[in-house]
């Protein structure tokens, strides 16, 4: 059975462990923990330590995809079904972007600027409270949330497939990321 590349596979299980935190974090912040209490000082920071190293990591996965071809989709998909694949592997490099960027204009935006643990990371955007009579901070933080809960629905329905593909057509994509024996 084709599979990615070595590197693709440990950076894919790498960022969603990851991003399984970071939304675990970003829901207690906004849910469970007390506004301007210390956890959430403590989840604010762990939260944009983990974007950051997030972004990184997502930047490097970029490039092993540009530079090794993933194995070929299994035989007997339909049209739809290989429309649907592309569409959702670009959607899980390009939501996870914009999410990294809106969370980093909305602390720049707001004066905080970005910490990844105890380094000051650039300043990429400017400190503006307005920008004519929108309050910009509150803006890429509502974006950053719906589109990280997009994000979240689309790896559910990511996941759905894979058990579908599995259980129901008998194609093991899931192999294509493991680590075990490969199946002939």
Known sequence: MPRYVLSARLL??????GF???????YAMGSLVAEDGPWEEILMS????????????????????????P??????LSPLEKLGSHLGHLA?????????????????????GVHWFSFVMPKVFPTMEMWGTINVEDLADTLHTYLAYLMLAVAVVHVAAVVKHRWFDGHDVLGRMGF????E
């Open 92 to 112: 899980l490099y390009l939501l996870p972007l914009a999410v990294f960027v809106l969370g980093w204009a909305e602390a720049d935006f707001g004066g905080h």
């Open 71 to 76: 194995p070929a989709l299994p035989h007997g």
């Open 46 to 69: 762990l939260h944009i330590s983990g974007g950051v190293t997030l972004l990184g990591l997502l930047v490097l996965r970029i490039g092993i995809r540009l530079t090794n071809r």
């Open 20 to 26: 399984g935190f970071m939304w675990l974090c970003g």
């Open 180 to 183: 075990g024996r490969p199946k």
């Open 12 to 17: 894919h299980w790498l960022m969603a462990l």
